[in-house]
């Protein structure tokens, strides 16, 4: 069976409030789930549109959502400031550590998504995120170094080029036997389509 591919920017919250639910809803159904950050901006580019927060009407409607889906969830949740952040220093510490450990990449992932949106750290700084990295037993100095290494910056361009080319344009993003599912408000369906084997 094929992975469940979880296409996300970590500086979207409803790729952080995926994040803590797509993993135990790939173990229900034998899957193995992919983390593959990107960079949105260049999605938003491709498909034309503008970030959520900066949206008449909707980016107000948003913020509100963000704290009820918080709260329906019980997952820790505050509006971080600032608000949105690159993310290309994250991105790439998880893509050098995934190459290393998947394991661990993910638990990275998971403490930078924890930092930003429950913490208020700003993961845009790549001294924070040799922080959050060193929290969870990595050595800070080659964190910082492996950010710089051209092929970790070719690794996360690629990856960013190969999601467009796929039709990605939001996050979190989510493919599964070539099926995808745009938003956190999918994994229902992406659950259901996995236990009736599409429809």
Not at 2 to 23: L, N
Not at 65 to 82: C, G, L
Request: charged share 25%; glycine share 8%.
């Amino acid at each position: 069976m094929s992975e469940i591919e979880f296409y996300f920017d970590f500086s979207s919250p409803y790729a952080y409030f995926a994040s803590t639910r797509v993993g135990a809803l790939a173990e229900r159904h034998g899957r193995v789930c992919r983390w593959r950050p990107i960079l949105l901006a260049p999605a938003f580019q491709a498909s034309g549109n503008v970030r959520l927060i900066d949206q008449p009407l909707k980016g107000a409607y948003s913020r509100h959502d963000w704290e009820r889906v918080s709260r329906q969830y019980d997952i820790p949740y505050r509006f971080p400031e600032p608000f949105p952040v690159g993310t290309v220093a994250a991105a790439r510490a998880f893509w050098w550590l995934d190459g290393r450990d998947a394991a661990q990449a993910k638990r990275l992932g998971h403490a930078l998504f924890a930092a930003y949106f429950a913490e208020g750290r700003n993961i845009s700084e790549r001294e924070v995120v040799a922080e959050v990295a060193a929290a969870q037993g990595l050595d800070p100095a080659t964190i910082l170094a492996a950010i710089e290494l051209p092929e970790i910056k070719l690794k996360l361009r690629q990856e960013t080029e190969g999601a467009i080319e796929r039709g990605v344009f939001g996050a979190p993003f989510l493919i599964v036997d070539g099926e995808p599912f745009w938003g956190f408000d999918r994994l229902p369906q992406l659950d259901e389509w996995l236990t009736r084997g599409g429809w």
